[in-house]
């Protein structure tokens, strides 16, 4: 079984009642914190920035997966490392010179990923995919929480798999958006290691067993 990872999307937590839901994920088996920052340029939609993720990093005992849904996030590579990031993910849709930020990313000793809006084709992905810790594909339209899952995400992420075996890599795959016991299972199947979960965890009466009960699907 290849490795697998649970990430909680904070984007869907409890905003009056954060710190207690930060203190749930640390007790649960997720592996990762989720955290989108979404700027309304890049996505029709505005979520948080650096002085809550320096907060949460205070308090998190999981590891901090920050995706930049923003349209230049060059300048805030830096600011988002000192406020506690661990991986920081930009989408390939807005870096011109992706290879340079994607370096400039590990240089600061952080896990770079790049991440792909549903429309755009893993296949250009082919130069820079040796480069990248993971590649994030987005099943949802990015912007908003609780929308439905792309149906064609499942090839996309078998594609994708074929090409890193291909190149005999180690890197991972992460899906955000619509995960839930039935998508998520055919995502591990399909070749996910790493699945993004808001709504779904959030949103249930014991967050902390659906994370437990998602990872084992």
């Given at each position: 079984m290849s490795q697998r990872?649970?990430?909680?999307?904070?984007?869907s937590a409890n905003f009056l009642e954060l710190?207690?839901?930060?203190?749930?994920?640390?007790?649960?088996?997720a592996h990762w914190i989720?955290?989108?920052?979404?700027?309304?340029?890049f996505?029709?939609?505005?979520?948080?920035?650096?002085?809550?993720?320096?907060?949460?990093?205070?308090?998190?005992?999981?590891?901090?997966?920050?995706h930049l849904m923003i349209a230049n996030p060059d300048p805030y590579i830096l600011p988002f490392k000192e406020a506690g990031a661990f991986n920081i993910t930009v989408h390939y849709e807005t870096c011109p010179h992706l290879?340079?930020?994607?370096?400039?990313?590990?240089?600061?000793?952080?896990?770079?990923?790049?991440?792909?809006?549903?429309?755009?084709?893993?296949?250009?992905?082919?130069?820079?995919?040796?480069?990248?810790?993971?590649?994030?594909?987005?099943?949802v339209n990015p912007g908003f929480g609780g929308q439905s899952f792309i149906q064609s995400t499942y090839a996309k992420i078998s594609r994708l798999r074929e090409m890193i075996d291909k190149k005999n890599l180690s890197t991972l795959i992460e899906v955000d958006g619509g995960v839930n016991f039935e998508t998520g299972k055919k995502l591990f199947d399909a070749g996910a290691n790493v699945l993004v979960s808001g709504s779904f965890i959030f949103h249930s009466s014991n967050p902390e067993k659906k994370i437990a009960d998602l990872l084992s699907i």
């Amino acid at each position: 079984m290849s490795q697998r990872y649970i990430a909680p999307s904070i984007l869907s937590a409890n905003f009056l009642e954060l710190g207690k839901d930060i203190e749930m994920i640390n007790k649960s088996e997720a592996h990762w914190i989720h955290y989108d920052v979404m700027d309304g340029v890049f996505v029709p939609n505005i979520s948080f920035g650096l002085p809550i993720l320096k907060q949460i990093s205070s308090i998190a005992k999981k590891p901090l997966d920050v995706h930049l849904m923003i349209a230049n996030p060059d300048p805030y590579i830096l600011p988002f490392k000192e406020a506690g990031a661990f991986n920081i993910t930009v989408h390939y849709e807005t870096c011109p010179h992706l290879n340079r930020t994607i370096n400039f990313i590990k240089e600061q000793g952080l896990m770079a990923s790049v991440c792909l809006n549903p429309h755009t084709p893993v296949e250009l992905l082919e130069e820079i995919l040796p480069e990248v810790d993971m590649v994030l594909l987005m099943s949802v339209n990015p912007g908003f929480g609780g929308q439905s899952f792309i149906q064609s995400t499942y090839a996309k992420i078998s594609r994708l798999r074929e090409m890193i075996d291909k190149k005999n890599l180690s890197t991972l795959i992460e899906v955000d958006g619509g995960v839930n016991f039935e998508t998520g299972k055919k995502l591990f199947d399909a070749g996910a290691n790493v699945l993004v979960s808001g709504s779904f965890i959030f949103h249930s009466s014991n967050p902390e067993k659906k994370i437990a009960d998602l990872l084992s699907i």
